[in-house]
């Protein structure tokens, strides 16, 4: 007899983080489980890390495995910005509105400068704009640049937009960071290298994402601009982020990176935003925010069919942007089946 599928059992398309980890990354914990090893980072997976990365991106990097996104981007913003310091991102940037002032409290007062942008990308051109006040005491001083892939209306940051908005804050002798909370996501969209999406574009630090795409809990802090390192030892150290069995954060990665299983994962996710995008696109009262360009999907709801929805065990994303648009994520594990379900439960026109 078939099972039927009740309401508490639907996928959640809230987020990519309700998504369990990868077959492979488990694998590679139970393995890094295997008798002993040697503490804080020193143990070999770690220490590995740095050529496997070094390969990927096609130059030598510096690594430093952590455990969240969110310490992942604040240390990294730690080395590039003094506590007297700007930080120039996108409005909605996770680093501006997600994440409860940790950039600040880890650059130790480092200021975030929202911009506008377009379509939830900085421009070149506000960014040179908005560039001010370096050697006037009175003021803040220019410090850094912050952007997002995928940025946070689940659009892909073009190759020669990121050179173009690396090229402005090299300009003014400001540090580029990316939010590669997504990386993979938005690498296999735009079908290009590592190296072409970062360093090869003007990027000096990676925060390095793995954990919505298939890891437990695994991202990175990459520097293809050695001279940004400083004391971040020290730093990650301080903050907490310097975990005793380090090895298995960097099994993770590891594993997340050996076989393409990150690019496997990431273009399935994609596919799968795609079609969630397009099935919802043929309702003629629903309207895509954005265009669909990795694995995330905004569109407008009429009130009755969220609250449909919600009635039905979906737990619609309404606080995502302005409010006005439901956010649907796909992950690595979504089905097809999963995407017909939802489509299935709205309530025709």
Request: proline fraction near 3%; charge should be negative; aromatic fraction near 6%.
């Amino acid at each position: 007899m078939a099972k039927i599928k009740t309401k508490r059992e639907r996928v959640k398309f809230a987020s990519d983080n309700v998504a369990g980890a990868c077959p492979e990354v488990l694998e590679a914990i139970l393995k890094a489980n295997e008798g002993d090893s040697t503490p804080y980072g020193n143990d070999q997976l770690s220490i590995k890390l740095q050529d496997k990365f070094s390969e990927i991106f096609e130059k030598e990097v510096i690594v430093f495995p952590t455990a969240s996104g969110t310490a992942a981007n604040a240390l990294a913003l730690s080395t590039m910005t003094p506590s007297y310091g700007n930080i120039y991102c996108h409005k909605m940037a996770h680093i501006n509105t997600d994440e409860c002032g940790a950039p600040e409290f880890y650059t130790g007062g480092g200021k975030l400068i929202p911009l506008n942008g377009v379509m939830g990308k900085i421009t070149a051109e506000e960014l040179d704009q908005s560039i001010g006040g370096k050697g006037i005491v009175h003021h803040t001083q220019p410090s850094s640049v912050s952007i997002t892939q995928v940025c946070e209306t689940g659009e892909v940051y073009q190759l020669d937009e990121i050179k173009k908005i690396s090229d402005v804050a090299h300009k003014h002798n400001l540090n580029m960071h990316m939010d590669g909370a997504r990386f993979a996501n938005a690498l296999v969209s735009l079908d290009v290298t590592p190296a072409e999406m970062t360093w090869k574009s003007g990027i000096d630090v990676l925060s390095f994402g793995a954990t919505k795409n298939g890891c437990l809990a695994a991202e990175a802090i990459i520097f293809f601009n050695k001279e940004l390192v400083g004391d971040i030892a020290f730093l990650i150290k301080r903050a907490g982020h310097l975990l005793s069995k380090m090895r298995f954060v960097s099994a993770q990665l590891d594993a997340y990176v050996t076989n393409d299983v990150w690019l496997r994962n990431a273009k399935h996710a994609n596919k799968m935003g795609k079609k969630l995008s397009d099935g919802l696109s043929k309702h003629n009262d629903i309207e895509i925010s954005y265009p669909t360009e990795a694995n995330e999907v905004f569109a407008k709801f009429p009130r009755e069919k969220i609250e449909h929805l919600n009635a039905e065990g979906y737990k619609m994303n309404e606080e995502e942007l302005d409010g006005k648009s439901v956010r649907l994520v796909a992950a690595w594990n979504t089905k097809d089946s999963d995407v017909d379900d939802l489509l299935n439960t709205i309530k025709p026109n």
